[in-house]
């Protein structure tokens, strides 16, 4: 169970740590041209730390939840096909989005208010379920603890 909960905490720790990055990136981007061309660059380093940190919290977290609580391994395993989900988007779409851009030379002009809608969308779907997950975990430690 250590190691499954050690995985978990470390794929939380890089996958939420680079969402925080480009999800601070992306809103400060909204509005400014400087901050539209750094998140194009820092996204290019993000998004495989996101899948990585994807991929860890499910593979340590289903398997820490399913030797805890099976409800809340179901839960865990929404929550991330949520997280997936809205991952694809982000790299099918926005990503080559922002690659496509780039290549013609407008990385650093703003986004068309449709893409920043769906980019604002994306963002509350990621924050709401990166930081559940890390709620339910301090929540599930804290009851074992007791």
Known sequence: MFNSLL??????????????????????????KYWTLATTRTHKVTKPLIWIGTILSIVGGTIFYSAVDIKLMYLHISIFSVLILNGLFLTFGVSRFLLQRERYGDDSELLPKKWQTKIIFSFIFSFAGWWT??????????????
Do not use: C, E, M, P
């Open 133 to 146: 997950s890390v709620y339910l975990l301090v929540l599930t430690i804290s009851n074992l603890i007791k």
């Open 7 to 32: 995985i978990y905490i470390i794929g939380l720790i890089v996958g939420l740590g680079a969402v925080t990055v480009i999800d601070l990136h992306g809103f400060l981007g909204r509005k400014s």
